[in-house]
């Protein structure tokens, strides 16, 4: 399983605040709030919790280090199911299914393919 892991932690946290960014812009900018407010908030608020929770996991990226990387990867992990989840508890359609499905998947994967033991500088 370690040969698909090759991404460090520091482009995980790279990764992290982008996915936040789209998580919190993309529902705006494509008006999410239209077909369902509740599409649209709950990406926005798994945006601003993938921020705060970022910025305190212990790895290059973070003002705090309170919360241990292999945490923050089960943190990830469950938001990613969640994601998988959520088109199909609360009957998001089209393009806003597409959205959680896509994010769920990525994360997951991302999750499946990040080294916790590659350092800031990519030595083990």
């Given at each position: 399983m370690d040969s698909i892991r090759f991404i460090s932690s520091s482009l995980h946290g790279m990764l992290d605040y982008a996915a936040a960014v789209v998580l919190i812009?993309?529902?705006l900018m494509l008006n999410f709030q239209a077909t369902s407010a509740l599409a649209l908030w709950l990406s926005v608020l798994a945006?601003?919790?993938l921020v705060a929770y970022s910025l305190i996991t212990d790895y290059g990226l973070s003002v705090v280090k309170l919360i241990p990387f292999n945490v923050h990867l089960i943190l990830?992990?469950?938001a990613g199911v969640a994601f998988l989840i959520a088109p199909f508890l609360f009957g998001f359609e089209g393009l806003i299914r597409w959205f959680y499905l896509a994010n769920g998947l990525i994360v997951l994967?991302?999750?499946l393919?990040?080294?916790a033991r590659?350092?800031?500088v990519g030595v083990r």
């Open positions: 812009a993309v529902p945006g601003v919790l990830d992990a469950l994967l991302l999750v393919t990040t080294d590659i350092s800031r």
